[in-house]
């Protein structure tokens, strides 16, 4: 298999060495410890056109992890597609724990729904079909929802992630914790303009804007983690 190091990938996007060793970490820890669930969602988008789009099983495994440490009540995510990284988050969070899931469009939602709702997590997801900012703005309209989420999983549209981030930083609680997917895409951001297809090149200058932004905030700490198209993991502290 090809070496993807300098390139940018084409299909299931990893930023490792190489396409082995991806694989290797999926089979070995990854595959047999995802939920029936999920492997029964990430199925049934494999054939979706755009299913590169899906969360990355091996980001959401850590997801899961630090959504059980954190244990939120409510939590926002914006970009939810086929429902990966929400039914992710709805079989991980408390019972009573509440998502309000934003997506633009609701087809492919759609794809995912029936599994969610078999594997009855269903009652915790608010799905709102919209564009996720006019909604931000809108809940920041209620003083209540200030610091009223403590965690949110942004997976939209990359130009915007500035914008989520500003609204976000105080709509979530201090100490609660924001996670920003595709913050590497596909390791793009290290490399020179001219040796990216031009498709790809809007988006990485917007991630290389965002990761610049975020790395110079004090409101929060941040780790970014080259798993998937890269996650960057923050949690606010002012
Ligand atoms: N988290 C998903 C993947 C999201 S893909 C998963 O795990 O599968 C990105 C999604 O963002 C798409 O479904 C797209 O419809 C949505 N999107 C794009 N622009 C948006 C916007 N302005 N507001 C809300 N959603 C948007
Ligand atoms: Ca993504």
């Known amino acids: 298999m090809e070496n993807t190091r300098n390139q940018v990938s084409t299909k299931n996007p990893t930023l490792l060495q190489s396409e082995e060793l991806h694989e290797y970490i999926l089979k070995t820890g990854v595959y047999p410890r995802e939920p029936n669930a999920l492997k029964e969602l990430r199925i049934a988008t494999a054939n979706h056109p755009m299913a590169f789009m899906g969360t990355a099983p091996d980001a959401g495994q850590l997801m899961a992890m ?115 997917d595709n913050t590497l895409w596909g390791g793009s951001v290290a490399l020179r303009e001219e040796d990216v297809p031009e498709a790809k090149r809007e988006w990485r200058q917007c991630a290389i804007e965002f990761n610049k932004l975020i790395s110079a905030d004090p409101r929060v700490e941040m780790s970014q983690v080259p798993l998937g198209d890269g996650v960057t993991i923050c949690r606010r502290v002012c």
């Open 66 to 180: 630090l959504l059980k440490l954190v244990n939120p009540k409510n939590a926002i995510e914006i970009g939810v597609f086929t429902g990966y990284s929400l039914l992710l988050t709805a079989l991980t969070i408390p019972d009573y724990g509440k998502i309000t899931a934003i997506d633009i469009n609701r087809k492919a939602y759609e794809i995912g729904l029936p599994i969610i709702k078999k594997a009855g997590v269903e009652h915790k997801i608010d799905f709102i079909e919209s564009p996720a900012l006019p909604i931000l703005d809108k809940l920041l309209e209620n003083p209540e929802k200030e610091g009223s989420f403590d965690f949110a999983f942004v997976d939209a549209d990359k130009n915007n992630y500035w914008n989520y981030h500003k609204r976000l930083m105080k709509l979530v609680k201090i100490g609660g914790m924001v996670i920003y």
